[in-house]
């Protein structure tokens, strides 16, 4: 996707929780919930997530970026991106990016 976005994320204290909050049942390799996720979508959405090796994530947040006015790389390419790898472009020709899936 040829965007540049940009968004402040408000880390909600519900994540602080379930980070100190011991696992139940306990896992193996570790107590506590210590990974916090970030996921960026196409058409700038935004989702976080607190995980562990064990068990699944828990979404703790949703948000909606913006467009960056200044473009990618802080406005220092004159609004270009790196080209896709081959791969990349192959798999999006293929497959399309998939616009509200999230």
């Given at each position: 996707e040829p965007q540049t976005y940009r968004v402040i994320l408000d880390i909600p204290e519900r994540a602080r929780q379930?980070?100190?909050?011991k696992l139940d049942p306990p896992c193996k390799t570790m107590q506590?919930?210590?990974?916090?996720?970030?996921?960026?979508?196409?058409?700038?959405?935004?989702?976080?997530?607190v995980r562990s090796t064990c068990g699944e994530s828990i979404e703790i947040l949703r948000a909606q970026a913006g467009v960056e006015p200044?473009?990618?790389y802080n406005g220092?390419?004159?609004?270009?991106?790196?080209?896709?790898s081959e791969a990349s472009k192959a798999y999006i020709d293929k497959?399309?990016?998939?616009?509200?899936?999230?």
């Open positions: 379930l980070m100190v909050e506590y919930r210590q990974a916090l996720a970030i996921g960026l979508a196409p058409g700038g959405v935004v989702r976080g997530w200044k473009g990618p220092t390419s004159g609004g270009k991106h790196r080209p896709l497959h399309g990016i998939p616009y509200g899936s999230w």
